[in-house]
Every structure is written in C-alpha cells, then in structure tokens.
C-alpha cells in the first residue's frame, strides 16, 4: 500500500516518546520513519519536501515546535502541502491556537490513545497523497497546454509568414522585402530601447504591412509607367485593404499588423494617408515602419530603380525628418549604421 511507505519524520525530546510512537507505527505498517529527539538535527530533514507527515512536540529546550513550525512555513514551496502533526501535553487553547495559526494541519493531545493516532496519521497522509497525485496530474495538464499552446503559435506563424509571401508575390520581384521591413523594424525598436514583447511582435507583424496590395489590381500594381492620379489614389486604398483583412483578431501579431497597415503610410507633418494623421497621432508601430520601408525600397533593386548606396539612403531619410518620419525614429536609424554615418560626415 503506497500509504505505508510515506515519510514520516518524528521529532520529539522524550525518547521514551519518541520509541512510543515507533512502536504504534511500525505496527501499523509504516516502514520509513525517521526519529530525532534533538530539533536542531532534525532540521534539514524537516525541510525537505520528500518528507510527508511530521509528528512534532511542541515543548522542546533551544528549539521549540513553534521555531520549528516557523522554519517548514517559512522554507514551504508556493502550493506544497506536507503536513504536521502537533502532539503535546500542553492542551491549552492558546498552544493550539498559536500552532495551528503557524501551519499545523492536526493537533493532538499527550496523552494520546493509538486508534486516534492511527486514524489522523492515515487521514493526513491520504491527504497528502490525493494531493500529490493531483499536482501531478495538473503538471501533466499544464504541459499539454503548453505544447498544444507551441503548436497553435507555430501554426499562426506559418500563417503569418504565408500571408506575407502573398504580398511579395504580388509585386516585390526578389520576395525578401517583407522580412528585412520585420527584421529591421524589431532592430529599431531594440534601437529606441522599447520593451523586448514590443520588438518581437513587431518583427512577425510589420511583414504584412502591405498585405493590402492583394486587393489592387495587377495593372496598377504592376504598371511600369507612373501612375496617374485616379491610379495612385487606387493604389493608396491598399492601407484600408490590409486592415480590413486583419480586422477582428484575437492573435497579437495580427492586431499589430492592422495597426501597421492602417498607418505605415501616414506622414508626421500630417500630409500622408489614409487618415491625415500627424505626430505622436500616428502608432508608433506605424511610424516605425514607415521609415524601415522606405529605407528599404531606396537600397534594394527593384524593376523600375537601382539600389542606392546605404549613404544616399540614410541622407535622404534625414532630409525628410520632421515632415515624412519621426524625428526620433529617424535618430534611431542612424544609430544602426555608425560606418556609413562616419562616411557622410568626412
């Protein structure tokens, strides 16, 4: 019976005690007991979260069974449940008040009758099995939740990334401007010093920033040329597109990207679309974006344009600071290219 191989520390001064309740145990069938007369040694042993009943006298020179009832409460791990037995002659209801109140879970009376020692050792310990298992079983529990958790968020991932492949395909002829624009953007962030969450949901949600772009037609998208005015204004609907197909998400990631979407073609002087927002109106996430895709667009080839050399780029996003970007969101991007800076400025 897995009952009768529990731990079962007794500490009590009284060897006469001590050697009493050996007896009444080992008659019982409890074969792993351990017994100290002296507190002090006994200790280490009491703190150890293997032992599962403790048998404890209260009245004890140097160390007393409220010192020691104090160490096991103070030293009991968040949700641990081992517990004490008190067995005194000092019935006073303060005694077993004051116990009681330090984390006892029995308090019994010397002298004792052994059919009632017999009775709350096997209930205490019936206790202390129920709620091992069921900490086990909760372990078990909280472990699949993680993992099915894992695999809900990898299976969210691969939706996001796929999502933004979609938009590469549509019209980015290399299909890596979407993970620079993520990869660059979580750098600047880390740049400014934002919370870490911040930058890495940043990194997965700032790919679909143009995912809007599924819903504009392959002759505007496409088209060579410059686009005309009625074109343009076309074109310019993909921000409301993109946050329309984000729209209604209970996944971070994805309420991010609606914020990106919406807003990574807003100006800071107030001039951009689709809403005219100016300053600190704009989202961060919006305004992060907004300079990490232009500066990517400038220094990558695309069909219509040459690369241009990180310098080049880097002045033309300064040029711009104050009425295109964020003042200080431009300052960050320098930061990220202190040999091309050291270049402009000889």
């Not at 004792?112 to 079983?137: D, G, Q, S």
């Not at 409301?240 to 914020?259: D, H, M, P, R, T």
Request: one cysteine or more; aromatic letters at 6%.
């Amino acid at each position: 019976m897995r009952l009768l191989s529990s731990r079962i520390l007794i500490v009590d001064d009284e060897p006469a005690n001590v050697l009493l309740l050996e007896r009444l145990l080992e008659q019982l069938g409890y074969n792993n007991l351990e017994s100290f007369t002296n507190p002090e040694e006994a200790l280490p042993r009491l703190l150890n979260s293997n032992v599962d009943l403790v048998l404890l006298d209260i009245q004890m020179p140097n160390v007393s069974g409220f010192d020691v009832l104090e160490k096991i409460r103070d030293n009991k791990q968040e949700n641990e449940f081992r517990p004490v037995m008190i067995l005194t002659a000092d019935a006073t209801p303060s005694t077993k008040r004051k116990a009681l109140a330090l984390g006892a879970d029995d308090f019994l009376t010397k002298p004792f009758e052994a059919y009632e020692v017999a009775l709350r050792v096997k209930n205490l310990l019936r206790t202390r099995l129920m709620y091992k298992e069921m900490t086990l079983e909760n372990d078990l529990l909280e472990q699949r939740v993680l993992a099915r958790t894992k695999e809900l968020e990898e299976v969210q991932l691969e939706v996001v990334d796929r999502l933004g492949l979609a938009t590469e395909y549509r019209d980015d002829d290399t299909k890596a401007h979407t993970g620079r624009v993520g990869e660059m953007a979580s750098k600047l962030a880390k740049a400014m010093d934002l919370p870490p969450r911040f930058s890495h949901l940043l990194r997965l949600a700032a790919p679909l920033h143009d995912i809007g772009k599924i819903g504009i037609s392959d002759l505007i998208l496409l088209k060579e040329g410059k686009l005309t005015d009625e074109e343009y204004e076309t074109m310019k609907k993909h921000c409301e597109i993109g946050a329309s197909i984000l729209s209604g998400s209970k996944s971070e990631i994805l309420q991010l990207a609606q914020e990106i979407a919406i807003s990574h073609h807003e100006r800071w002087d107030g001039r951009g679309y689709p809403n005219q927002l100016s300053g600190e109106d704009i989202p961060l996430s919006g305004r992060i974006v907004s300079v990490v895709d232009v500066f990517d667009a400038l220094t990558h080839e695309r069909t219509y344009k040459k690369a241009w050399p990180i310098e080049e780029a880097l002045m033309e996003i300064k040029k711009n600071s104050g009425t295109q970007f964020d003042p200080t969101i431009v300052k960050a991007l320098m930061t990220l290219f202190p040999s091309q800076l050291a270049k402009i400025a000889a």
